[in-house]
């Protein structure tokens, strides 16, 4: 996410010469740098020229802070106003009436029916009983796939003979009225915004049921298209909120900008993944990142450096179950790794929206110069040394200290440090631990061992 | 017996999509007057990458077709501008122009579905088991979709209108262990095509993909040269994102076929440019709809008529 946006702005960067002010000049590269990385993320076309030229005209002839060239001036205000867009109140889901009625919409495999049970669940736990209902009655088995969804929450399903949808809504809500139920979320089925005969229907059960609620759910990975189905279903009901479906993938999730500018309606909710827990708030900080493909500063930098320590823990697990041990050789390797990840540091320095108290965690994380300490000791050893460091008696270590120019306490705590992480190995290799630690990195998933491809989501 | 994925003449997607929507001449030009004639001037161009962008092309693949076209203008200078498009887009998706053979060398010949969540590999299954079913073929389906909530009686509704057994097991099962049950099935009942319908992953869930990478050992231990077509379904209303898909399923599991579904809603399906154009993996069926019989064989000429008009402007 973080790679290609961040090396071409940087070079637009770099060729805007210009300091102090922004102006038309010294913008032009990046304005369209920008646009293009608007429109790789799936913003529409129209929506990413209106937004970067509001978003210029505003820049023009603002003074740049200190510290920031114009390029990155310019940067920061795109990233500081995609948040103020993408934000705006998101009214939390209130029942009006009894029930409160929520209706999902949208095209077909948005994930409407995976988030009416997350919302069930979602809304339980807040303490207000739910009935669900389907009204697809056209996808094979997507009653079934709702009941069973509500059968593992244990929350209400609504059952009828009927599979005329109108008919199963009204009484879904007669059901829901009888039995006090506090909401009643009625899942519908996917529908093109083109198909006028369903969308006539989408309007006949808005119309019967009322809903306080009609939530729009798209997937975040839609494309270009997304503004007109958007729009179209927005003119066809009054739509009230919008839904962003699996999140948890890499889309840049520009449908996001798109669908609010053309609806103004707030992102409640975003689909994190396949789980029944897995929906959260919309956080337009961390979705205005995404969009630029900036990326979570702080995020970045954990995953990059789990990145570097999962090679690395591969290389050395294979070597531990060798039965060979890992050498000083070995850590040093591994250090160098570290100590090339603190240029990450500077290029976060160099980066726009990046807020000092974010720096200063992700700096906190590598420190380069304690690394190169290490190294420089190791490179005073000798090779018989650094094969075996049960050699390095008192007087070697004096002698290595003076060659790193360091306190013979640093060599020593290195030699601790080595043999800690050595031990630590053997132990999780025997335990076949190293495997599950390795998994667990891998996938991020809970260490706990669940087998293999069963019942891992 | 030879079974033959066959394609009637005239009854292509792009006939099947004027007939059902009215979507103008066409999805790129069609309201483009006066383009036809054009030539490429910069003007043109401005506009055409307007276009092409909106259709979900993309930005590298979209610079590739104007720089493409501009080097066809400099061969053919004052040519109309659509036909350098035309003729750019055709010349790059006939290069995925592969119709999926089957070949009866294979006994069961076996079709491995995957892809992301939503993107249409159920229905497209149950499509593909009604199109190789009336063209004669013998065909099982496997109910590898042990994860997602009623999945297996999703497929079994399209086994029922096929006419073709489903082999599945509890919810929960191991899939590659219902894909062998299938597979041991399909040799003892003789049949000539097992097909497999998976659950949908994101790409970047990586133990997922182990999962899969999982289901085809086990079918190639069964068969070594099995699966005999591993076929990718992205959904046509889907952006850049498809191309992050197809270049990771493809890394973990060698995609050789490509379904690309929805086509039937106004969105382009641009991207299937930048995918032919980065990994040339064969295009097999286009989808239009939700019935059995709208699964179209990928045809080039078709789609970039489709995408950009037939020249008549
Ligand atoms: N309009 C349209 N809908 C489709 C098409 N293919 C599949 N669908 C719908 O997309 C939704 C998801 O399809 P499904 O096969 O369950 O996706 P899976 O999760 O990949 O197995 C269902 O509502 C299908 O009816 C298509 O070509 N056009
Ligand atoms: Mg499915």
New interface residues.
């Given amino acids: 996410m973080f790679d290609q946006l961040t090396a071409r702005l940087t070079e637009a960067i770099q060729r805007v010469t210009g300091k102090g002010r922004i102006t038309e000049d010294n913008v032009r590269d990046t304005v369209r740098t920008i646009r293009?990385a608007l429109?790789?993320?799936?913003v529409?076309?129209p929506v990413a020229k209106a937004f970067v030229d509001r978003v210029r005209d505003r820049a023009l002839g603002e003074e740049v802070v200190r510290s920031l060239n114009p390029g990155q001036a310019f940067v920061k205000i795109v990233h500081d106003e995609l948040v103020t867009v993408l934000g705006g109140e998101a009214s939390p889901l209130a029942p009006r009436g009894q029930p409160g009625v929520i209706m999902l919409v949208g095209?077909?495999?948005?994930?409407k029916t995976t988030t009416a049970?997350k919302l069930a669940r979602h809304l339980t736990e807040r303490g207000g009983a739910v009935l669900l209902v389907s009204t697809d009655v056209?996808?094979?088995?997507?009653r079934?796939?709702?009941?069973?969804?509500a059968a593992?929450l244990g929350v209400g399903f609504f059952k009828t003979d009927s599979n005329d949808p109108a008919t199963i809504a009204t009484e879904a809500l007669a059901s829901a009225q009888r039995g006090g139920q506090r909401w009643l979320i009625l899942d519908t089925a996917g529908r093109?915004?083109?198909d006028t005969e369903m969308m006539a229907e989408a309007r006949e059960l808005h119309r019967l049921v009322e809903p306080s609620e009609t939530l729009f759910v798209v997937?975040s990975?839609?494309?270009?298209?997304?503004v007109?189905?958007a729009r179209a279903f927005h003119e066809a009901l009054p739509l009230t909120g919008v839904i962003l479906t699996?999140t948890?993938?890499?889309?840049?999730g520009?449908?996001a900008l798109s669908v609010r500018e053309v609806t103004g309606l707030p992102i409640k909710l975003v689909g994190t993944g396949?789980k029944v827990d897995a929906l959260e708030a919309f956080v337009p900080e961390r979705f205005a990142s995404r969009i630029l493909g900036m990326g979570d500063v702080v995020g970045l930098v954990e995953q990059v450096q789990q990145s570097v320590n999962r090679e690395e823990m591969e290389r050395v697990a294979g070597k531990l179950k060798e039965g060979k041990r890992l050498s000083l050789e070995d850590y040093r390797e591994q250090l160098r790794q570290l100590v090339n990840m603190g240029g990450i540091g500077q290029l976060l320095d160099k980066l726009p929206g990046v807020k000092p108290e974010q720096l200063a965690a992700a700096s906190a994380k590598i420190d380069p110069k304690q690394f190169r300490r290490q190294i420089g000791i190791i490179d005073s050893m000798t090779p018989a040394e650094r094969r075996q460091p049960s050699l390095i008696d008192g007087s070697r270590k004096r002698r290595i200290a003076a060659g790193a120019g360091l306190p013979v306490q640093e060599v020593s705590r290195l030699l601790k440090q080595h043999e800690q992480l050595t031990k630590t190995m053997k132990q999780l290799t025997k335990r076949g631990g190293m495997q599950r630690l390795l998994?667990a990195m891998?996938?991020g998933?809970g260490g706990g061992g669940p087998p293999?491809?069963?019942?891992?989501? | 017996m030879a079974v033959e994925a066959k394609e009637k003449q005239g009854t292509g997607f792009f006939a099947k999509l004027k007939a059902r929507l009215n979507r103008g001449k066409t999805w790129l030009t069609g309201d483009l007057l006066g383009l036809g004639s054009r030539p490429l001037d910069e003007a043109t161009v401005e506009e055409l990458e307007t276009r092409l962008l909106t259709a979900d092309v993309g930005v590298d693949a979209t610079q590739w077709l104007l720089d493409e076209m501009r080097k066809a203008n400099r061969r053919t200078p004052g040519a109309p501008a659509s036909e350098l498009l035309r003729q750019t887009a055709l010349a790059l998706m006939q290069t995925v122009e592969a119709p999926l053979v089957i070949s009866a060398a294979h006994k069961p010949f076996v079709i491995l579905a995957i892809g992301v969540n939503g993107t249409g590999k159920t229905t497209t299954v149950g499509k593909l088991a009604h199109r190789l079913k009336a063209s004669g073929a013998s065909v099982m389906l496997a109910a590898a979709d042990t994860f997602r909530a009623a999945a297996v009686e999703q497929l079994q509704e399209w086994g029922r209108r096929a006419g073709v057994p489903v082999i599945a097991q509890a919810p929960g099962a191991d899939p590659a262990a219902v894909v062998h049950d299938a597979l041991v099935a399909a040799r003892a009942r003789n049949i000539d095509v097992v097909l497999a319908d998976t659950a949908g992953r994101l790409h970047t869930a990586a133990g997922l993909m182990d999962e899969l990478e999982k289901v085809k050992r086990v079918i190639a231990r069964f068969d070594a040269t099995a699966p005999h077509e591993t076929l990718l379904v992205l959904d046509g209303s889907q952006g850049q994102n498809a191309l992050a898909q197809a270049l990771r399923f493809n890394e973990r599991l060698k995609v050789t076929g490509l379904v690309i579904t929805k086509l039937d809603g106004t969105a382009k399906g641009g991207i299937l440019l930048a995918i032919a154009r980065q990994l040339r993996l064969p295009i097999r069926y286009v989808a239009v709809g939700e019935s059995a019989e709208d699964l179209d064989v990928f045809r080039a000429e078709e789609f970039v008529r489709a995408l950009v008009g037939d020249g008549a402007g």
Wanted: glycine share 18%.
């Fill in positions: 293009m429109l790789e993320a799936d529409a076309v095209l077909q495999g948005a994930g049970g056209y996808r094979p088995a997507a079934e796939q709702l009941a069973t969804l593992d093109l915004h083109v997937d990975m839609a494309g270009q298209d997304a007109n189905s699996k948890d993938g890499d889309a840049r520009g449908v396949e998994g891998r996938g998933g293999p491809f069963r019942g891992r989501r």
